[in-house]
Every structure is written in structure tokens, then in C-alpha cells.
């Protein structure tokens, strides 16, 4: 008997319509005219859900008694006596009650497949069992039915059925998924936002996974060979040098500019085991890669080309990154184009990046122009090209001399000049060029073999030969000259370019001036000590023996700074252009002394807009209760016995009052003066969220027609300052009272997320837009600026800096159906943590 198929519907979370799209492709099959059933199906009360089983055939469910409740569970002998086409399998990591044909309900659809029919399944991400701890660690929430990686790797068909994160909120809100005394509950745990994101994440690339699992065996079976563009794969090459790091982190931002981009790196060894490595480096290496997401890989071949290639061809690679060649031209030209050369080569449809490094000696760097035009070695080559190419070409052309070739043995001779000249300058060309006159005089003008001239043509060509000779070197030598010129003036202008850009690039202006200086002059290293003998900037390291160029950055009376420059002399050119590169130090720390003036003149500007507040509110919501209070007190003193006794009493209750409010006012607006300074005392202790909860409905003399609680029993104590809780809860419930409509309670819930509780304040009330969120926690600051009668607008102010200062946060969120849900995040007390007694 064939075995049936397995279809997987992966969802990220609940309510994302797995079983919806199950029960619609159950509804159009059958309408194709096959047997579908339901086998079983779990609605959870969702209406839509419901409606979706109407037409199909749903097989009775086995009933079990278990400690004398009765449960129902998938009967899969019904099932398969009733051998339909495809069975329909909700929850498929579901555990059946005791009592049932088997543990598990995966374990049930193995049967349902091996007898045949073919079963369309649902499972969330969570419950796969190889992501359960990466589950755990985003929600905070351990999941205890899993079903094995390997059914569902085996289905052979596995969809995603998926929804954005905020639309899944949406649908919470809206009482789709759950009922509406879970909605709260699940809003602020395990369906937040980021969490909701991840899994989301984690759903879409485990199906990547398989799909690129399924492209690798199908490339493999049909043997092929090129690359399939399918994901950006960047495989980076290791020798263990000093280069490493650069190539990784160049690799990791090619990685990083598609989604879902891997990086590999991979290091090839011999097989031998001789080839020089740096384990050190390599181990170091290694670390980084995995630091970056990336994975390391050896692999082991005496064709190191080759080797990479084929690496990069087996794991589908799109991006190959090498280093570029640490051997210099002569090393190249003896032992052959080298690695890269070879890998470009072969690498076909795989794009190669040979990426510069400071091993290869690729940095920006002066050519100097005091000396010889051409350098010491270029001279030495034209000499050995003298004295090798001299006696090789007399032998050829003696062998095959003739009384006419004396005109060609001329011309060969005066080749050689030339291209000595060219290889070495005008010093080499004239040794050449007087060895070659003696040698055709010697071997070629008559009398033979001696260095006698009988013709006084022979001399005055002999002559004219060698003055061509120094001419043709000359000029050749000028060329190289010029040359080298320009190539400093290109230096110099990218060199100033540099300078020029940097200034303009704020605080990193100066280390890049600092590097770009060493690099350009060929300095060991290059410091800028400020005024105060701080070290501002540094690049290299000085050397012991003392060679230092110090240069002062800024005004010579008083610098701002010094510029040390270690290791090498500088002639006059490379003085002037290193006094533009000063210069342009000094406009850049004259940028930071600005910008650091700005910064600071801001915070003066905020500090002077604060107590512009202050003084506006204190003219205002002060002058009231203080008015009230002196002429309650005033009308005491002069009525004097005259008044009655409730009259005295009236007036002793406002100035009572207003005394209070006035103390209460005073009081916030200490609060908030440290708040602001930073200063404000925390003394940590382990508090009971629900007593704090409790006490703050109690101060505000709020009862159960106010306030819904709905506090978790279980929730372990807070780390938090008692006294400063309460006043955040009492500010908060206060500010959620106030907006509530008439007849719709505030609610207070409490609840765990992992180390941190959540204590959330909601209310039904008008809400506040996004982008008025950040004005609530303003000081002074009153939603609108109309209400006057709600104090000084510090309550929001106050609750926020109380709540950072012992550790936690304080967030707004919309409430589903409308209105704003305050939420306190503290963290809970570790069983192992000890609680600090105070903090500041």
C-alpha cells in the first residue's frame, strides 16, 4: 500500500489561520470530487472557524474518561475503517489524553498515513522541537508539547500560513481569537509586537531552510554543477593572516545587504598538514565569524584555488571575497599569477572580490622625489641587463655575421641601449652603450679583434652611436622623473581631498586626519596630544630612538593641541603639505569645541525653557490654593469671635485644603528638580505588586465600581523603592480615573514576561496619538493645555523618572477598543540576586 501524504500548514502563532486555510482546502478538494474528512478539528469558539466545517464529514471523536473527566480525542481507528482520501488533523503536536490509541497525535497521523490516506496537518512554530529554547527565550514561555523536527521535515508538502504581527493584534483585539477576558492578558504577554515579529521571523526562515534542503538534494540528484542565485551566500577565504578580519567584516556587509544573506568562511589547509597557518589568528578569526552570524569551515586540499572554488560551489555560493596578493611583482613574475588570478578563473558565475588590505601595501602613500628619478633597483636591473644582454647578443650576432650585417649588428646594439635604458635609467644605458661601442669595434670593424679604428667613418659612428645612446637615457631617465612627479601630485590631491572630506565628517574627522597622516608620510606612528597632555588621537605606535617631528596644531601662542609624527624626516615639500594637513586639524578640533559648545548650550536651553515652565505654572497653579489659604486664614484673624462655629469650620476645611494641594504641588515640583539633575534617591527593596497596587486604589479612595484588578497570585516580588512605586501608581491610576468614561472602570492587571513584571494600567478613555506619546512625559505639560484644574501637568513627568530610576520603564500603549494602557516594567527579584539598598 502507497503511503499517504503529509501537508503541513506552519504558523508563527495562534490565530494567524491555520486551521481556516486547513478547513477551506478541505472544502475545495472536496469540491474536485474527493473523499475529504475531518478526522479532527479544534475551533477554540472562533465563529469563522465554525462556519469553515460546514459539507464536510467530520468522524465522531473517541471519548475517554480520565480521573473521572471525560475528554475526546481523534479516533483513528474510525478514521482508517472509514478510509477516506485525506483527513484533516488539527494541533498536530497535541498530547492525547491517557487512554488513547497513541501518546502523541503526530504519532496518530503516522498511522492514518500508513494506512494510506493522506492527512493536511497544523502546527505553530513553537512546538517544533528543535526551536522550543529559542521560543522559550522570545516569549519567556516554555512549551511542553513539541513534536520531532524530523515529521515535520518529512511532510511533503509545508506551507506558512502568515500575518503581519499587527494585523494578528488586530484580530486579538477584535475578539477573533480569544474571548475578551484573555485579550488583555494576552496583549502585554506573548502576543506583544516584537515577540509576534520573532516568531514570525523564526517561521519564515525555518521553511527557508527547508526549501533551500529541498533545492540542494534536487541539484544533487540531477547532477548540477552551476550556481543557483537562490540566497545571497558570501564565502570568505582565511589564510590566517593579519588580513582576516578585514575580509570578514567586508564579507559580513555584502552578507548584510539582502535579507536572509549567509556568511561563510573557510580556510583551506594541505593535505600534508605543512603548509604554514596561524591557528591563533585562525581560532581568533573563527570567533568573529560566529560573532557575526556566520559560519567557519576547513577544508583540506593541495590546490588551494581549486579547493575554494569548490567549496564555494558545493554550499551554492553567490560572493566569493579573497584577499589581494601580499607578494610583490618580481615574486609574481617568477612564480606565476598567483591565487586570485586562478580563482577568478575558475569561479565562473561565482562574483569574486579581491579586496585591498595593509599587508599588500595598498594605502595611500607620498612617493618621495628627493634621489635618482628611477629607484636603486630598477638601477641594478639595468646594469645586470647590461652585462647578461651585452655578451648573449655579441655571441648571436657573431655567429651569424656577415660583411653586409654591419649596418643590423648596429641597430641590435643600439636596441639593447635603449631598452637598458628603459629598464635602468641613464646610467645603466651609458655602461651599456660604451660596452657595446668596444665590443662592435672589437668584433665587427676592421682591423678584427683589436680596439683600433682604421676608418674615421667607423670612429665618427661609433661616436654618433654612443651620443644617441646617453640622449635616448636622458630622456627616459626625465620621463621616470616626471612620472613620479605626478604620481606625488596625485597623492598630494587625494591626500587633501581626504583632509578636505574629513573636516566635514564631525568627531571622526580627527582620527581620520591623525590615520591619513601616518599612512601618507610612512610614519611608524602619529599622535595628537591635547593642551592638557591627553591623547586625543593615535594611529601606530612611536619608536624607542627618539625620532619625533612635533608640530603645534592651532594658535603658537597657546595650541590647542600637539601633532607628534614618529619615525622618518620630512623634506621641504612634504613640510609644506604636512603644515595644510594641521591646519585642517585645527579646523577640526575647533568643530568639535563647537559642537560640544552646541550641545551643551542646548541642555542650557532646555534647563532655561524648564524654568520658564516652572515660573508660568507656579504664577498660575500655586497662586490659587495659596490665595484661598490666605483668605481663609485672613477672614479667621479678622471676624475673629464674630464668625459661627461652621462658618470657622468652613473656613478652617478650605485653608486646610488648600494648604495640602499647595504641599502637594511644592512636593512634585522637588521631585521633579532632581529628576532632572539626576539626583534623585532610590532605596531597593523587595515589594509585592499587588500591596502596591492595592495601596495606591486606596489613597485615591477608588472602589470596585472604579477600578478592575485583575493581579497575577503568583507574581514574585518586584525590585523597586515602595514609596516611589506607589506614587507612580498612584499618578498613573489617577491620570486613568480622570479619562475614563462614566460606567467604564480602569483596569489595573499584573503579569510576568520572563525578569521583568508588568503592572498595566488601562483605560477606556480618548487615548493619545502616537505622536503626542513623547509630550505625556514632558514636564509642565497637560494633554491639550486646557484643563487647569489637574495641577501642575508633573504627574506623567514624575512616574516616568521614578520608574527609570529603579531600574524599569514606563510605556504607553493603545487599548484594544480604544483608549491608553499605561505600562510599569520592573524587574522581578532573582532568587540569587541580591537587592542593592540604595542607588541614586
Do not use: C
Amino acid at each position: 500500500m502507497k503511503r499517504g501524504r503529509l501537508r503541513v500548514l506552519l504558523g508563527a502563532a495562534p490565530g494567524v489561520g491555520k486551521t481556516y486555510e486547513m478547513l477551506e482546502e478541505g472544502r475545495r478538494l472536496q469540491g474536485e470530487g474527493r473523499d475529504v474528512v475531518i478526522a479532527v478539528v479544534e475551533t477554540h469558539g472562533r465563529a469563522e472557524t465554525q462556519a469553515q466545517m460546514t459539507g464536510l464529514v467530520e468522524v465522531p471523536r473517541q471519548v475517554l474518561s480520565h480521573r473521572g473527566v471525560e475528554l475526546t480525542e481523534m479516533d483513528v481507528d474510525a478514521v482508517i475503517a472509514r478510509a477516506p482520501q485525506i483527513a484533516l488533523v488539527d494541533e498536530l503536536a497535541h498530547t492525547n489524553a491517557p487512554g488513547a490509541r497513541n501518546a502523541k497525535r503526530w504519532q496518530d497521523v503516522d498511522d492514518l498515513r500508513d494506512a494510506g490516506i493522506d492527512v493536511i496537518t497544523t502546527v505553530n512554530v513553537q512546538h517544533i522541537e528543535s526551536l522550543n529554547d529559542v521560543v522559550e527565550q522570545i516569549t519567556g514561555i516554555v512549551q511542553r508539547e513539541t513534536v520531532p523536527d524530523a515529521v515535520v521535515r518529512g511532510a511533503d508538502q509545508t506551507e506558512v500560513v502568515d500575518l503581519a504581527p499587527q494585523s494578528l493584534r488586530d484580530r486579538l483585539s477584535a475578539g477573533l481569537i480569544y474571548p475578551a477576558e484573555r485579550i488583555d492578558a494576552a496583549l502585554s504577554n506573548y502576543f506583544r509586537l516584537g515577540n509576534l515579529t520573532a516568531l514570525r521571523e523564526l517561521a519564515l526562515l525555518w521553511l527557508a531552510d527547508e526549501v533551500d534542503s529541498a533545492l540542494k538534494t534536487y541539484r544533487t540528484e540531477h547532477g548540477i554543477q552551476g550556481t543557483w542565485h537562490a540566497r545571497e551566500r558570501v564565502v570568505v577565504t582565511l589564510t590566517g593572516g593579519a588580513e582576516g578580519d578585514t575580509l570578514i567584516r567586508r564579507g559580513a556587509r555584502i552578507a548584510a545587504r539582502s535579507a536572509g544573506g549567509e556568511l561563510l568562511a573557510v580556510h583551506v589547509s594541505s593535505q600534508d598538514g605543512l603548509r604554514s597557518e596561524a591557528p591563533g589568528a585562525l581560532t581568533a578569526q573563527r570567533a568573529l565569524v560566529e560573532s557575526l552570524g556566520g559560519s567557519y569551515h576547513q577544508v583540506v586540499g593541495d590546490d588551494v584555488p581549486h579547493a575554494l572554488v569548490d567549496f564555494a560551489r558545493s554550499v551554492n555560493a553567490t560572493q566569493l571575497v579573497i584577499g589581494v596578493s601580499r607578494r610583490g611583482r618580481l615574486a609574481t613574475a617568477f612564480t606565476g599569477p598567483g591565487i586570485g588570478a586562478t580563482v577568478v578563473r575558475e569561479s565562473g558565475d561565482i562574483d569574486v572580490h579581491i579586496v585591498t588590505h595593509a599587508a599588500a601595501g595598498g594605502r595611500l602613500h607620498l612617493p618621495r622625489v628627493t634621489g635618482g628619478a628611477l629607484s636603486l633597483k630598477r638601477r641594478l636591473m639595468g646594469f645586470a641587463l647590461a652585462l647578461i644582454g651585452g655578451p648573449l647578443l655579441s655571441w648571436m650576432l657573431f655567429t651569424f655575421s656577415s660583411d653586409a650585417s654591419i649596418t643590423s649588428d648596429v641597430l641590435a646594439y643600439q636596441l639593447l641601449v635603449v631598452v637598458v635604458a628603459l629598464v635602468g635609467g641613464i646610467w645603466p644605458a651609458l655602461f651599456a652603450a660604451i660596452l657595446s661601442g668596444l665590443t662592435l669595434d672589437y668584433l665587427f670593424v676592421e682591423p678584427l679583434f683589436t680596439v683600433t679604428i682604421a676608418d674615421p667613418l667607423h670612429a665618427l659612428a661609433l661616436i654618433l652611436y654612443v651620443v644617441i645612446a646617453i640622449l635616448v637615457s636622458w630622456i627616459v631617465d626625465q620621463a621616470a622623473r616626471r612620472t613620479r612627479a605626478a604620481r606625488r601630485s596625485a597623492a598630494e590631491s587625494e591626500l587633501l581631498a581626504t583632509v578636505a572630506g574629513s573636516v566635514l565628517r564631525g568627531q571622526s574627522a580627527v582620527p581620520a586626519l591623525v590615520s591619513r597622516t601616518r599612512e601618507a608620510f610612512g610614519m611608524t606612528g602619529v599622535r595628537l596630544i591635547g593642551s592638557d597632555g591627553a591623547v586625543l588621537a593615535t594611529d601606530g605606535e612611536p619608536v624607542p630612538d627618539g625620532r619625533v617631528i612635533r608640530l603645534p596644531v592651532g594658535d603658537s601662542a597657546s595650541p590647542r593641541a600637539t601633532l607628534e609624527l614618529h619615525g622618518g624626516d620630512l623634506d621641504a615639500s612634504e613640510r609644506r603639505l604636512l603644515d595644510v594637513i594641521v591646519a585642517q586639524l585645527a579646523a577640526a578640533l575647533e568643530h568639535t569645541d563647537l559642537t560640544e559648545t552646541a550641545r551643551e548650550a542646548g541642555v542650557l536651553a532646555e534647563t532655561d525653557q524648564v524654568r520658564s515652565a516652572l515660573l508660568s505654572a507656579v504664577s498660575h497653579d500655586l497662586r490659587r490654593p495659596l490665595a484661598a489659604a490666605v483668605a481663609a486664614v485672613g477672614g479667621l484673624r479678622a471676624a475673629g469671635s464674630a464668625l459661627s462655629a461652621d462658618d470657622k469650620r468652613e473656613l478652617l476645611e478650605t485653608a486646610d485644603e488648600s494648604l495640602a494641594t499647595l504641599s502637594t504641588l511644592v512636593t512634585d515640583l522637588l521631585d521633579v528638580s532632581r529628576v532632572e539633575a539626576g539626583v534623585l534617591a532610590v532605596s531597593l527593596s523587595p515589594v509585592d505588586a499587588a500591596e502596591a497596587v492595592l495601596a495606591a486604589v486606596d489613597e485615591l479612595g477608588l472602589g470596585p465600581v472604579e477600578v478592575e484588578l485583575a493581579l497575577d497570585p503568583e507574581l514574585p516580588p518586584l525590585r523597586a523603592d515602595p514609596v516611589l512605586l506607589q506614587r507612580v501608581l498612584v499618578n498613573v491610576l489617577a491620570n486613568a480615573h480622570r479619562h475614563s468614561p462614566d460606567g467604564r472602570r480602569t483596569r489595573v492587571a499584573t503579569s510576568r514576561l520572563g525578569g521583568v513584571a508588568e503592572i498595566r494600567i488601562v483605560d477606556h478613555g480618548p487615548g493619545v496619538p502616537i505622536e503626542r506619546r513623547d509630550d505625556i512625559f514632558a514636564p509642565f505639560q497637560r494633554l491639550g493645555d486646557t484643563d487647569n484644574t489637574a495641577g501642575l501637568g508633573l504627574g506623567l513627568a514624575l512616574s516616568k523618572g521614578f520608574t527609570e530610576g529603579m531600574g524599569g520603564t514606563l510605556t504607553p500603549e493603545d487599548t484594544p477598543g480604544g483608549g491608553l494602557t499605561m505600562v510599569v516594567a520592573l524587574p522581578v527579584v532573582q532568587a540569587s540576586a541580591p537587592i542593592e539598598g540604595a542607588a541614586s
